[in-house]
């Protein structure tokens, strides 16, 4: 039937008032379905792209915001980190962009020099995509894989044999790598050791090679001189542009100055050991330093270095591989870097490891720049072209980190929900208890007071509907009080009886069995039918759209309960989905709880779109058929 009658066809002002409510409308689910769209698109996001207020996510289709995303993850949304291995220079994630100026040759060098000295001590590089900080992120998620597989499943193992007291396979993080920190010592932990196998079976590709120069330029000089370049040009007399521009030499300047002072000062002070080595003649002052620390008593060291020595001369200084590991003879060899002449020092790490293999295949660099196509001043300034290296991957991988982007937020609340606990059974079985319950004692008392005609009917109702006039919060102390007086709180009793009759529900249903033809009743009581039989043939079999009312609304309470749920249920064990879900949104980021919030809704509106089927066909089916 039309809305407007052929009467009124005519009428403009009519039809300006179907337009304007129409107009309304239309506004009113535009303001309800954008907020909607506007969580699903955060639910792809992270940090440098979650102010975005857009309904489909940049990253989607846009390459440059796919590396600002790509770059945030690879070096763990620590901006510190990522200047001191890239050398970009930012303030944030989203000031990152694709280099300007490709470097192919620089590039092509670059990765065929990291294939062919694929066994570079491990502490030269780290994993990106590690840290668990807010996101649990692509490397984790392959550790805590290749650790599952180790141990079969077994995470009782995986604690006795690495001494751990994990509760979760979740929460196992690998271990945090902090090579460019001066005080970053690993050990021979099996659990190191293990990390440290996984470690070098990664593509080349997830690795993040260290950059001595940038972390002298960016860890030491910005942080000594203030973040903008100029200081730092007014002190040393120069004319930098930025601090990516100022070169690092592997041993220290001659001239006297603050470039000499900012060396020795940055090498003893701030750099991790095993970037540090030592010219051939530093042995015998490095032998004559233990002999002092040791009181010359050679026994003294063996004890300490868990070593055989019969003298000082055979003690030799720590390999590359040693000079990293805590203990003893790290501890001394920070004495000695601490006393030793600085010119008895050298740098060494990727960087400088690329600068030896180009100076030994091109020899001087005015060769090396000809043909690279590069300008660089001298030797000491070519670097790792890490950010080219990251836009290449991004270009060369796109789907692939693309589809990480976009599922990882999702495989973390899916990961957290399977894994924890008994969250999926606990909420199962209190929806199911919860729904059997409401629709047996809600029925047979709605059925009693329609059935019989009670002279207290009406206070009954009036008392049950009273009940409503109170909020859930005021009864939940009382209930709690009441419950741990019968011993029955971190039950299943606990969660289910405080709402196992509702009055609201008895009144529903009680003004829908009254709505039933009374004849049905009569011609069933003639044919000698039970009253329970009548109850279950006849009441409940014509009351499928207000019990799947009832069932709904159950559903919703029972799956939804956070604060009731967790207030009588403080053991983990008898935990239900929604208050894992409180714990994850606490150590998340506001990301992965709009995917958790989307997730936990859709068993939700599967029952609501079933619940509804029958609704209707109860509304369009007449009763009595």
């Known amino acids: 039937m039309p809305i407007i009658s052929q009467i009124r066809k005519g009428s403009r002002k009519l039809k300006a008032q179907v337009f304007f409510i129409y107009l309304v409308l239309v506004l009113g689910a535009v303001t309800m379905v954008y907020p909607f769209l506007v969580m699903v698109s955060g639910s792809f996001k992270s940090v440098v792209d979650s102010t975005d207020f857009d309904i489909v996510p940049a990253y989607f289709y846009d390459d440059q915001m796919l590396l600002k995303k790509y770059i945030e993850a690879r070096y763990d949304g620590n901006i510190l980190f990522c200047n001191s291995s890239t050398g970009a220079g930012i303030m944030n994630f989203s000031e990152v962009t694709a280099p300007a100026t490709e470097k192919g040759k620089l590039l092509q060098e670059w990765e065929q020099f990291v294939k062919d000295n694929d066994g570079m001590p491990v502490g030269y590089y780290r994993l990106g995509q590690v840290m668990n900080l807010g996101f649990m992120p692509q490397i984790q998620r392959k550790f805590i894989k290749y650790l599952e597989e180790r141990f079969k499943g077994d995470l ?38 293990a990390y440290t196998d996984f470690k070098r079976q990664q593509e080349i590709r997830h690795r993040i ?35 990516s521009q100022i070169p690092l030499p592997e041993t220290v300047p001659t001239t006297l100055g603050p470039q000499r002072d900012d060396w020795i000062e940055f090498v003893r002070d701030n750099l991790n050991r095993i970037y540090i080595q030592t010219v051939p003649e530093a042995m015998g002052i490095y032998q004559d330093i233990l002999k002092h620390m040791y009181e010359n008593d050679i026994a003294s060291l063996n004890k300490a270095h868990k070593s055989h020595y019969t003298t000082f001369e055979q003690v030799r200084l720590p390999a590359d591989s040693e000079r990293g590991i805590s203990g003893a003879r790290s501890v001394d060899y920070d004495h000695f870097v601490m006393s030793a002449p600085p010119e008895y020092l050298r740098l060494t790490g990727p960087d400088i490891l690329f600068r030896h293999h180009l100076q030994n295949k091109y020899g001087h660099i005015r060769d090396i720049n000809r043909a690279l196509g590069t300008s660089y001043a001298g030797i000491d300034a070519i670097g790792i072209p890490a950010l080219e290296y990251d836009w290449a991957v991004v270009r060369k991988h796109h789907r692939d980190i693309r589809w990480e982007f976009i599922s990882r937020n999702y495989k973390m ?78 039950t299943f009793w606990a969660l289910i009886l405080p709402g196992m009759a509702n009055g609201y529900s008895i009144f529903l249903l009680k003004g829908f069995f009254d709505s039933l033809p009374r004849e049905l009743y009569e011609a069933a009581m003639i044919d000698g039918a039970s009253e329970w039989t009548m109850f279950w043939r006849i009441t409940m079999s014509l009351s499928k759209p207000i019990l799947a009312v009832l069932a709904l609304s159950a559903f919703t309470h029972a799956y939804g309960a956070f604060m009731y749920a967790f207030t009588v249920c403080q053991d983990q064990k008898m935990w239900t989905l929604m208050v894992w879900l409180f714990k994850l949104q606490n150590s998340s980021h506001m990301s992965v709880t709009f995917a958790a919030l989307i997730v936990a809704a859709v068993p939700t509106l599967i029952v609501f779109i079933l619940s509804q089927n029958v609704i209707m066909r109860g509304i369009i089916v007449p009763q009595e058929k």
Do not use: C
Not at 169 to 179: H, L, V
């Open 156 to 193: 009782v193992a995986y604690n006795r044999e690495f001494n751990s007291t994990a509760i979760a396979w979740f929460y196992i993080n690998a271990p945090n790598e902090r090579f460019f920190e001066k005080s970053y010592v690993s050990d021979y932990s099996p659990a190191y050791t």
């Open 209 to 243: 090679y260290t950059s001595v120069a940038n972390i002298y330029r960016y860890s030491f000089l910005s942080l000594k001189y203030g973040a903008m370049v100029d200081d730092y040009n007014r002190t040393h007399h120069t004319t930098y542009g930025s601090y």
């Open 413 to 490: 609340v899916l990961s957290y929900i399977l894994l924890q606990g008994r969250g999926l059974l606990n909420t199962a079985i209190y929806v199911l208890l919860s729904i059997g319950l409401s629709l047996t004692i809600n029925p047979i008392s709605a059925y009693a007071l329609s059935r019989y005609n009670l002279p207290s009917t009406f206070k009954i109702l009036l008392f049950m509907m009273a009940t409503m006039a109170f909020p859930a919060a005021v009864t939940m102390i009382p209930n709690f009080l009441l419950l741990k007086e019968l011993h029955l709180l971190n």
